[in-house]
C-alpha cells in the first residue's frame, strides 16, 4: 500500500516562497506520475501542476505559471512543489495526489498554505 506524506506547508507573507514537499513510499516511486492539487476553504479542489514519471512534461495551471515549480527526486521518493511570490489568493490547503497505471490513485493528507500580512 502506498503512503503519501506532504510537508512543508507555513503562514507566509505575500511575495514570500515556499517549497512544499511530497514523499511516496510503499510503492516504486518511479512509476508515478504526480500532481499537486488546492483546496480554499469553501471553494473545489483545484488542479495546480503535475509531473510524469519521466519528469517531462511539467504542466502548470494558468494562475501559478511563472511562480510554481513542480520537480521531483526519484532518488529521494520525493516531488516538490516551489512556490514562488506567493498571493494571498494562494491560500489553500495543498495535497498531492499519485497516479499509477499500476496501483491507481493515491492522496496524501494536506499541507496547509496560508498567505497573509
Known amino acids: 500500500q502506498v503512503q503519501i506524506v506532504e510537508s512543508g506547508g507555513a503562514l507566509v507573507q505575500p511575495g514570500g516562497s515556499l517549497r512544499l514537499s511530497c514523499v511516496v513510499s510503499?510503492?516504486?516511486?518511479?512509476?508515478?506520475?504526480i500532481a499537486w492539487y488546492r483546496q480554499a476553504p469553501g471553494k473545489e479542489r483545484e488542479w495546480v501542476a503535475a509531473?510524469?514519471?519521466?519528469?517531462?512534461?511539467?504542466q502548470y495551471t494558468d494562475s501559478v505559471k511563472g511562480r510554481f515549480t513542480i520537480s521531483r527526486d526519484d532518488t529521494k521518493n520525493t516531488a516538490f512543489l516551489q512556490m514562488n511570490d506567493l498571493k494571498p489568493e494562494d491560500t489553500a490547503t495543498y495535497y498531492c495526489?499519485?497516479?499509477?497505471?499500476?496501483?491507481?490513485?493515491?492522496w496524501g493528507q494536506g499541507a496547509q498554505v496560508t498567505i497573509s500580512s
Open positions: 509531473i510524469t514519471w519521466s519528469g517531462i512534461p511539467t
Open positions: 495526489e499519485a497516479e499509477s497505471e499500476y496501483y491507481g490513485d493515491s
Open positions: 510503499g510503492r516504486t516511486f518511479r512509476n508515478y506520475d
